[in-house]
């Protein structure tokens, strides 16, 4: 089957503590994307990238860090520097990045 | 800058009802319109899209079309089922960044 897969589902921490959330695609897109939605919000982009090797800032990158070492994936962490981690994080993916995005069942992350 | 607007929610229907969820956006040029739909603990689906004027995008009983005039692209659906019940989100993409422009949503509730 192809998509993007998120893991784990649900993630609690320690405060103070790095965390990395992963993504993976099987569909051979060049453009990944990382999200963050807070209850009753909309979306908001933390990183993307439109090919391996190469990310971007998105509108709230601080305390967030990014890889893109292969096409299929694009790990996200979750930095000690992050003042208010606890959310839903979506992990999206699509051919370009002029190309519809398709998105990852997301994981919850809380921070305790 | 770019921006969405939805309608208020919660919308709150009986089954077999007919739904209308307002979207109207400012951007610049001609953007691509995306309707997201995110069922409760869930990522975003991609339920239609439209790329140019006077479009209309259609999937599983549902529509929108775009209004380059009134800049709008509001869903409809004739006949709603209890399993519609979900968070409906319209979502531009910035003709300048191509990045896409979330609003809060518009939470759909609906009862037999």
């Known amino acids: 089957d192809g998509g993007i897969t998120q893991s784990p589902k649900y993630l609690f921490r320690k405060e103070g503590q790095n965390v990395t959330l992963s993504c993976e695609q099987n569909l051979n897109h060049d453009a990944m994307y990382w999200y963050r939605q807070d209850p009753g919000q909309g979306l908001r982009l933390i990183y993307y990238?439109?090919?391996?090797?190469?990310?971007q800032k998105g509108d709230i990158a601080e305390g967030y860090s990014v890889s893109r070492e292969k096409k299929e994936s694009f790990p996200l962490t979750v930095t000690s520097a992050q003042k208010n981690p606890t959310a839903f994080y979506l992990c999206a993916s699509s051919i370009d990045i002029t190309d519809t995005q398709y998105f990852g069942p997301g994981t919850r992350l809380t921070v305790l | 800058g770019d921006s969405v607007t939805q309608m208020e929610g919660p919308v709150t229907l009986s089954e077999e009802a007919f739904l209308t969820i307002n979207c109207t956006y400012t951007a610049t040029g001609y953007p691509s319109l995306f309707w997201y739909v995110q069922y409760p603990g869930e990522g975003l689906q991609l339920l239609l899209k439209?790329?140019?004027?006077?479009d209309k995008g259609s999937n599983k009983g549902f529509e929108a079309t775009y209004r380059k005039e009134t800049t709008s692209f509001h869903l409809e659906k004739g006949s709603v089922q209890v399993s519609d019940s979900a968070v409906y989100f319209c979502?531009?993409?910035?003709?300048?960044?191509?990045?896409?422009?979330f609003g809060t949503g518009t939470r759909l509730q609906v009862f037999p």
């Open positions: 979502a531009p993409r910035s003709y300048n960044t191509d990045k896409l422009i």
């Open positions: 990238s439109q090919i391996v090797n190469d990310f």
């Open positions: 439209a790329t140019k004027a006077d």
